[in-house]
């Protein structure tokens, strides 16, 4: 945990895990990968007291994500609920203001794809871009439902790895 080497390892072990874990907390997705992030920089500015005779590296980040939870949900009840609308417009005008940002998002985002097999990014795109279900998509290739979830779950893995190797996810 003292290295960059052994925070992504810790990261890729157990980062899902803690974000379904804050998930399921929160019920709130945005705000759980936000827990997660914090678990992990709170672990990096905190290695040096963990101790791996008192408990397991796993332990250890879920106490450290149980506070994270607890702070954030005390954050929630502070801030003042935006109305959907009012959310609504401010996304519109910032993705409006940096046309340069989304773009380059998108030249990212086709590269990390175009690294996928094909059958992973044929089932990504189908179900995230263009909104259809697995199971309509598995009748149209002709395969077992559970396949095309397969796929897709593998796919998004893949295409995690490859944009958090080219240092495109946020830290």
């Known amino acids: ?22 998930r399921n907390q929160l019920g709130d997705p945005q705000l759980a990968e936000e827990v997660v992030q914090e678990v992990f920089l709170r672990a990096w500015r905190a290695s040096d007291s963990f101790d791996s005779r008192r408990g397991s590296l796993r ?3 879920y106490a450290i994500a149980r506070n994270a939870i607890v702070d954030a949900r ?4 502070i801030r003042p609920v935006v109305a959907p609308a009012e959310e609504a417009e401010r ?3 910032a993705a409006e203001t940096d046309p ?11 590269e990390a794809l175009d690294r996928l097999s094909p059958e992973h990014r044929e089932v990504i795109i ?3 871009f263009l909104g ?15 396949s095309a979830r397969s796929r ?10 490859i944009l958090d190797e080219n240092g495109w996810l946020a830290p």
């Not at 005390?74 to 009840?77: K, L, M, S, Y």
Request: with cysteine.
């Open 59 to 61: 332990t250890w980040l």
């Open 152 to 161: 897709l779950y593998h796919g998004i893995r893949a295409l995690r790895g």
């Open 1 to 22: 945990m003292d290295s960059e080497t052994g925070m992504r390892a810790a990261y890729r072990e157990f980062g899902g895990e803690l974000l379904g874990f804050a």
């Open 91 to 93: 996304d519109r005008v």
């Open 100 to 110: 340069y940002d989304q773009l380059l998002a998108r030249i990212e985002l086709r």
């Open 74 to 77: 005390r954050r929630r009840e």
């Open 126 to 128: 189908e179900v995230y």
């Open 132 to 146: 259809r279900t697995c199971a309509d998509l598995a009748d149209e290739l002709g395969i077992p439902a559970s």
